[in-house]
């Protein structure tokens, strides 16, 4: 089965935040601001990107979406440090409404064979566990007699950590909220051209039949000042703590992210 792992590398979609804006140039001035696209950066570099790296299932497709109009110098940066993964897609769109820009830009990138595609989404600063294509396409396999009836199936890892990198290394928490990005996937079946990203991902319970897996962590979901989802007011704070270097050491065999390249990074801000 394809597997299609789809990021938002600051696109100014119309729609899809939280946090509204008056203007798409209002938006754009917000997420190509020189602070925020160097945090996005750092997180990108450090958390992201080492996990989908060292994947022990190396055959999928890492499609990032931008806006033809993010800053030449962003874009070579980013082309820079994906230029080591042959998965990775960069697509350039206008803005455009969220969906239907992301419903088709995943839609461009599949095969539309006879097996079902296996699609999941990821922010610029979460990751996955190593194993997590591998284990995506095990599942699958288990539950694919499902698509006789249903057009999607939601695969859902729900275990896992939320994170905050800086100059110290990382603090954390533990995390089993069912249906959280990163790694929550999407059975598709073969026919159908809705995707992931057409439904609100704390919300497939109420919209498909749900495999929740829990007991191996699989999920780092970023925990930063621009998370989209912390904007609001009355968002309830949550508590994070250092981890040791046993705990490092587990984060770098689970997910790749090495706390002395998070520090060399933050430390150099």
């Known amino acids: 089965m ?6 938002r590398f600051s696109y100014p979609a119309i729609g899809g935040f939280q946090v509204e804006h008056e203007t798409p140039e209002a938006r754009k001035a917000y997420l190509y601001a020189s602070d925020r696209m160097e945090e996005r950066f750092r997180t990108f570099e450090t958390v992201t990107l080492p996990a989908l790296r060292g994947q022990t299932d190396p055959d999928f497709t890492f499609l990032i ?5 993010l800053p030449t ?12 993964m042959p998965q990775t897609v960069t697509q350039a769109h206008p803005p455009g409404p969220h969906r239907q820009v992301m419903q088709d830009a995943i839609n ?3 095969n539309f064979d006879q097996s079902p595609c296996l699609q999941f989404r990821m922010d610029d600063d979460d990751a996955v ?7 995506l396409r095990e599942v699958a396999r288990d539950v694919e007699p499902l698509t006789a009836r249903h ?3 939601a695969i859902d890892f729900n275990q896992g950590f939320l994170m905050r990198p800086d100059a110290q290394g990382l603090r954390v928490a533990q995390t089993r909220l069912p249906y959280t990005t990163a790694a929550l996937a999407l059975m598709v079946r073969p026919d159908v051209r809705l995707t992931i990203m057409n439904f609100a991902h704390s919300k497939v319970g109420q919209k498909m039949p749900t495999v929740t897996l829990t007991g191996e962590d699989m999920l780092v979901r970023g925990h930063n000042d621009y998370n989209d989802s912390r904007q609001k007011p009355g968002v309830k704070p949550v508590k994070l703590e250092r981890l040791d270097s046993d705990g490092e050491g587990y984060f770098r065999q689970v997910f790749g ?8 990074l933050y430390s150099a801000a």
Do not use: K
């Open 73 to 84: 110098g962003y874009r070579d940066r980013l082309e820079a440090l994906t230029g080591d």
């Open 129 to 135: 566990a190593l194993s997590f294509v591998s284990r």
């Open 151 to 153: 057009r999607h199936i």
């Open 108 to 110: 461009s990138v599949r």
């Open 2 to 7: 394809q597997v299609i792992g789809l990021c």
């Open 65 to 69: 979406v931008i806006g033809d109009d």
């Open 257 to 264: 992210i090495d706390a002395d390249h998070i520090r060399r």
